[in-house]
């Protein structure tokens, strides 16, 4: 290293040229097949006997992951856009946004088709007396309101109020930890929910730093 430069620090080493609006055209079909991969595993399982002795069960747990991962993946596309540089990846965080709502809604359908038997009596009750449910419920709907609302229509009808309403993915991340969270507890099994807790606080921490140092 010539004498007198400091060394790189880890944001800068990430850094590198902007990708191309060809170059992310080009990756983005590469990430839809990526995003629909558990999905058509669903199916190839569901043709081939390999659903385990619950399908139901198993379908309601993986769904609920994946809804979980596509929406970490989201949250974390603004501080890899930032650390290396790359303003262009904020192109595919709606698509990973999409994901997260399709998993998500599968997994809510999984719960009012096949748990609940399309009653929406026994729907009512499990909202109101199961708190890990009542959370679920309450991130599913704001999930909807955000998938509704992702459109370049949608940006333009809402305005200066587009921003406030999609920041609400904070509190959809939150949500959905706690509502795993609070499921896995009642069977004495946190591993999982530690791990996705902990990449959550990680990407909330990063946000709080970087609007503090904003604010400086």
Known sequence: MPEGTSPPTAAASLRKAPLS???VGRIKPVLFLLGLTPFL????????GGLTANPVEFLTRSSGTWTLVCLLVTLAIT????????PALV?????????????????????????RGLDPAGMLQD??????ITVG???????TALAA????????????????LHRAVYAIGLLAVLHYWWHKAGKNDLAQPLLYASVLALLLGWRIV???RRRA
């Not at 501080?79 to 790359?86: A, D, H, I, K, V």
């Not at 419920?137 to 999930?143: D, I, Q, R, T, Y």
């Open 210 to 212: 970087a609007w503090w």
């Open 21 to 23: 609006a060809r170059a």
């Open 149 to 164: 609302t992702s459109t370049q229509w949608a940006m333009r009808r809402l305005g200066k109020r587009w921003q406030p």
């Open 41 to 48: 595993r669903w199916i190839w399982l569901g043709f081939t």
């Open 79 to 86: 501080p890899l856009r930032r650390m290396t540089g790359q």
């Open 91 to 115: 192109r595919v965080r709606r698509m990973c946004g999409l994901f997260a709502f399709f998993y998500g809604a599968m997994h809510f359908m999984a719960w009012v088709w096949w748990d």
């Open 137 to 143: 419920f309450a991130a599913f709907v704001l999930m």
């Open 127 to 132: 909202i109101g007396e199961r708190p890990f």
